[in-house]
């Protein structure tokens, strides 16, 4: 369900960034690139099945693109409005020429619509247990670099 939670929430980020005419009450369309058949995708076809998008006035055009530098040329040249898809696609972008960088990839294709902060008992207990975590992962790092070695001569 995190996933199913991240979705919603992405999609009405979204809701909050795509202005609306003269404040009618006509759903936003909007259309939504994906380019894999997985679980990963789930929550957007969930969402659209179980009317959560109409809820919130999203009128979606789901559309599955062959491969994931499809839907970043997609999103780049504005057709797709957002898509769910890995860094590498971006990556083959910003090597094909698309975008001069990785940073004006970032910026074409990744929107921030609102920042939510924790709160302050929150941030303490996330920082407590970041410190934590911090002391321990000089040991775990040996850890695991020893089992890999070990497994590397079976």
């Known amino acids: 369900m995190p996933v199913l939670r991240s979705f919603i929430i ?12 003269s404040g009618a009450a006509a759903p936003t369309k909007v259309v939504i690139g994906f380019a894999a058949m997985n679980a990963r995708v789930a929550p957007l076809w969930i969402t659209e099945e179980q009317g959560i998008l109409a809820k919130y006035g999203l ?32 990556l083959a972008a910003v090597g094909a020429g698309v975008f001069p960088s990785v940073d004006a990839a970032c910026e074409a294709l990744v929107q921030t619509a609102h920042t939510t902060h924790a709160s302050p008992g929150v941030a ?31």
């Open 124 to 154: 303490a207990q996330m920082n407590e247990r970041y410190d934590a975590y911090r002391r321990i992962y000089p040991a775990l790092r040996q850890i695991q670099h020893d089992n890999k070695r070990q497994q590397a001569h079976v």
């Open 59 to 90: 009128q979606a055009q789901q559309v599955f693109l062959r491969g994931a530098p499809t839907l970043v040329a997609g999103m780049a040249s504005g057709d797709i409005n957002f898509g769910r898809s890995g860094g590498s696609a971006t």
């Open 10 to 21: 992405i999609a009405l980020l979204f809701i909050h960034s795509v202005p609306t005419a």
